[in-house]
């Protein structure tokens, strides 16, 4: 059942084959289960437990809110949840508890999903590997798969077990690793320049970048606020579109969002892609490329042309200064956005009081780690 | 913290500085620009000069000092500028602190109408061009009370930019003598005022509170100085100043200091000073790394703020949502040069007069009920008001509102000047019992006082003839010719009235008896 889509879980809570409490439990001591992925930071038995008791009230009225009442989904940990610590996995936050929840999780909230827990990531999001945080990295749940396990263990000799393990890609690495583990239905990453897209393949699962604009970044903790998404992680596509048609929308507290209304959406069941325009950006097709993925790349291409899509080349002519583009922003709006963190109004401060600058500078340098400073 | 403020920027004014004390100058053979009539020598004084040295100077050029103001004006509105915190005067500290004020990590800015609205104001009063388009930025520096360690401004492109603003200025030392100027205003742009300081230096710690800044006006001059025809000079800058008092204090301190420093073969630094109101002197602020690196980026929380006008605004768009600048144009009150302009044309008055009845808040509806209940002439009304009753308020530092005398009262009295029922000086005790005690009207307190002017024409004549009688001396010095004696025989006239006779009555009779 834990395998289950949205829509089948959410049938079978209407139905009463499964209790929301039901559901909560097994989740739960599934993370407890899993806890060496290290994929959660902050678990919330005692909150998702209540949400539970709640759903099951409404299940038993017949009032469910829709498609997610009930279900567990887990937050990354840059996401502002109000009355649960939220830490960035940065000394800088630890401790840290918001007053207010993001858009995004009060949307999921007031859908009556279950929170299960705050999500591992890399410090502040900034890292493509989930390795740099200070609750440590978090291991992809594939690292345990037995088809993993025999290959290692052909290759290796006398290696300690605890040691090799695969990473889940980052930053968003603890949402995916949550995802692909079974603990929890749908996540929420955040994307500024892959954090989504990058563990979701490392882990085998569905994730998604919505269009900048489309989600509310209200209380998504930023790193680059030009290029910040928060993303969405889940088992199937029908669930990401799911959870994107909850989530997408106009938010007064987020003036970049657009302004338009989002009309409620429903995937097309693409059995006839006779009509369908697949194009692959020859840039894209770089040196540094991996034969593999080189290799699975065409398999799609050739997967597309066999059912009957036309598949052509394009081109985006200025795919190679993206990446410098990239870290100028980044590099620019990172150190903005990391000013107001001096200890004054939240989060760590420093012992020294001798000056303001001196504090500011020892809490700095406690509070980050090394990619900051 | 997030509350809002409007930024002008006045860019320089020129004075001309010129030389007093010839002597070097008259060595070294230097021509000014005030010598134009080819004359050199003793005669120094420039006539072109608006502020006078305050002490002769070595030296042999003249300087021109350049100012510019950034005033920072406090938005009178609800709620701050990029949250909905509200605003209100002197409430508990930290007590009306949102989310975005206390830079709590995820929050983000949201623009307030009414703070676009009232900068759209300020522009178009100011004869601003408005950009449609305006932008927001970050100015990054740490400081306590700016907990984002930015603050949100218009760097690159303000909502308002080249306007003017036309003032009089008095010249010379006689009084009445005023010319109009203009000063450029270069821009206006929003931005966030930070939060407010307290320093307790018993137990070494500040205080902060994030509600808002203090002073609802505070005003940063840049100062330098140069030689008309060269560059301009390093420019300091002079921060906090909150009255236009110690404004022009710390102006000229700073302009006499630019100049004896450069004229000892010193420099200028490019640096900040602070005004020190007892001392009456600028000094440098504590500021290591130099010049400040602010590190200016586009605020990428902020869309591009779109205004509109009638011909550009969208079919169909919601009048909630935009903003139409011919709109608020419309409803802007009268400005004040319009209003001072129809004092000059209506009541012929002085435009330095007009300048004085609108500085004072209250003074000018005062002023225009007194002339609804009065047939005196708005000469006399002007100078009743401007002098006497402006007078008395200042003398007792208070408010128009706050006056005993009300315009009706003011009226009645004028009333009775004009109909010569009393005699203006007669007018003033008047006024002056009017002040001390509420309640009485003016027709009470001259019966009280016996102040009505001597009516009995027999009775004046008699007083003369006594008058001149028993002075013979005065008489004699008159018929010799001294125009003084007439004035001294007026006096004794008047006295011996107890006041109640008119002067130029007196004078009439007191004439046409001599010659007589």
């Known amino acids: 059942m834990l395998g289950w889509t949205l829509r089948e879980v959410s049938a079978a809570l209407k139905q009463g084959q499964i209790t929301p409490t039901e559901l909560c439990q097994k989740c739960l001591s599934l993370i407890k289960k899993t806890k060496f992925l290290n994929a959660y930071i902050t678990v919330s038995e005692e909150v998702a437990l209540k949400q539970a008791e709640e759903s099951e009230k409404r299940y038993k009225k017949g009032h469910s809110l829709g498609d997610l009442d009930g279900i567990p989904i887990a937050v990354k940990d840059n996401f502002s949840t109000s009355g649960i610590e939220t830490t960035c996995a940065s000394n800088m936050l630890k401790g840290y508890v918001p007053p207010y929840n993001a858009t995004v999780v009060q949307k999921l909230l007031d859908q009556g999903a279950l929170l299960m827990g705050k999500t591992n990531l890399d410090e502040f999001a900034m890292g493509s590997g989930s390795t740099d945080g200070i609750f440590g990295p978090v291991k992809n749940p594939w690292s345990f798969s037995e088809q993993y396990r025999k290959k290692r263990k052909q290759k290796s000799h006398g290696e300690k077990e605890d040691s090799d393990w695969l990473i889940t890609g980052g930053s968003s690495g603890g949402s995916a690793a949550a995802v692909s583990a079974f603990t929890c239905f749908a996540a929420l990453g955040s994307d500024t320049g892959g954090s989504t897209r990058n563990p979701a393949a490392h882990c085998g699962v569905v994730g998604l970048k919505p269009s900048y604009g489309l989600v509310s970044r209200h209380g998504l903790i930023p790193l680059v606020n030009s290029m910040d998404v928060p993303g969405i992680l889940t088992r199937c596509v029908d669930d990401a579109a799911i959870v994107l048609g909850i989530l997408a929308g106009h938010d007064p507290k987020d003036s970049t969002t657009v302004q338009d209304p989002v009309k409620p959406f429903v995937l097309p069941s693409l059995t006839d892609v006779s009509k369908l325009c697949v194009g692959i950006p020859k840039e894209y097709l770089a040196p540094e490329l991996s034969s593999e993925v080189r290799s699975l790349w065409s398999k799609a291409a050739n997967l597309f042309e066999s059912e009957g899509a036309k598949v052509i080349e394009v081109s985006l002519p200025h795919t190679s200064f993206s990446i410098v583009c990239y870290h100028v922003l980044c590099t620019s709006e990172v150190a903005s956005n990391m000013a107001r963190f001096d200890g004054l109004e939240y989060g760590h401060r420093c012992d020294i009081d001798l000056s303001t600058e001196a504090m500011y500078a020892a809490t700095r340098r406690e509070g980050f780690n090394d990619v900051k400073l | 913290m997030a509350a809002p403020v409007l930024r002008w920027l006045c860019p320089g004014r020129r004075w001309a500085f010129a030389r007093t004390g010839g002597c070097s100058y008259h060595r070294r053979g230097v021509p000014t620009a005030s010598t134009s009539s080819g004359k050199r020598g003793q005669s120094s004084v420039a006539q072109q000069s608006l502020i006078t040295a305050q002490e002769p100077r070595k030296g042999d050029r003249e300087w021109a000092a350049v100012v510019g103001l950034e005033i920072h004006a ?139 800044a203090e002073g609802q006006l505070r005003v940063d001059a840049n100062i330098s100085v140069h030689h008309p025809g060269e560059p301009l000079g390093v420019r300091t800058e002079v921060k906090n100043l909150n009255s236009a008092r110690f404004l022009a204090r710390a102006i000229d301190y700073e302009i006499q200091r630019q100049i004896s420093e450069l004229e000892n073969g010193g420099e200028i630094l490019n640096e900040t000073r602070s005004f020190d109101y007892k001392l009456g002197c600028t000094m440098p602020m504590r500021d290591k790394e130099g010049k400040q690196d602010y590190r200016f980026m586009p605020e990428p929380n902020l869309p591009p703020l779109l205004l509109y006008d009638s011909a550009s605004l969208p079919a169909g768009a919601d009048p909630q949502q935009v903003i139409n600048i011919d709109q608020i144009r419309e409803q802007l009150p009268e400005l004040p040069s319009v209003t001072r302009e129809k004092l000059v044309q209506r009541y012929g008055m002085l435009p330095e007069h007009s300048f004085a009845l609108l500085n004072e808040v209250g003074l000018l509806e005062f002023f225009q009920n007194v002339m609804k209940e009065t047939r005196a002439e708005p000469k006399k009304v002007t100078s009743w008001v401007l002098n006497t009753f402006l007078g008395f308020l200042k003398q007792q530092n208070l408010a128009v509102s706050e006056s005993p005398v009300t315009p009706s009262a003011l009226a009645e009295l004028l009333n009775l000047v004009e109909r010569k029922a009393i005699s203006s000086s007669a007018a003033k005790q008047v006024f002056e019992e009017l002040w001390r005690s509420e309640g009485k009207t003016p027709a009470q307190i001259v019966a009280e006082k016996q102040l009505e002017l001597m009516r009995d024409d027999e009775a004046l004549e008699q007083l003369c003839r006594a008058t001149m009688e028993a002075h013979p001396q005065v008489v004699m010095d008159l018929k010799k010719g001294n125009p003084r004696a007439i004035n001294k025989l007026i006096g004794l006239v008047r006295k011996a009235t107890l006041g109640r006779a008119d002067p130029t009555a007196i004078k009439d009779v007191l004439e046409r008896q001599l010659s007589g």
């Open chain 2, 74 to 212: 406090q938005i009178s509105s609800n709620s701050k500028l990029f949250s909905g915190s509200q605003v209100h005067f002197a409430a508990p500290p930290n007590s009306l602190v949102s989310f975005f004020d206390a830079s709590l990590p995820g929050t983000l800015p949201v623009l307030n109408r009414r703070c676009v609205e009232a900068a759209v104001m300020t522009g178009l009063a100011l004869d601003c061009r408005i950009n449609k388009k305006s932008l927001f930025d970050r100015k990054h520096y740490f400081y306590a009370d700016l907990p984002a360690g930015y603050q949100i401004t218009q760097q690159r492109l303000p909502i308002a930019v080249d306007g003017s603003l036309a003032y009089s200025v008095c010249v010379g030392k006689k009084r009445g003598q005023a010319v109009a100027r203009t000063v450029r205003v270069r821009q206006i742009q929003l931005e966030q005022d930070s939060g407010k300081s307290l320093h307790d230096d018993l137990r070494s710690q500040t205080l902060v509170d994030l509600n808002r």
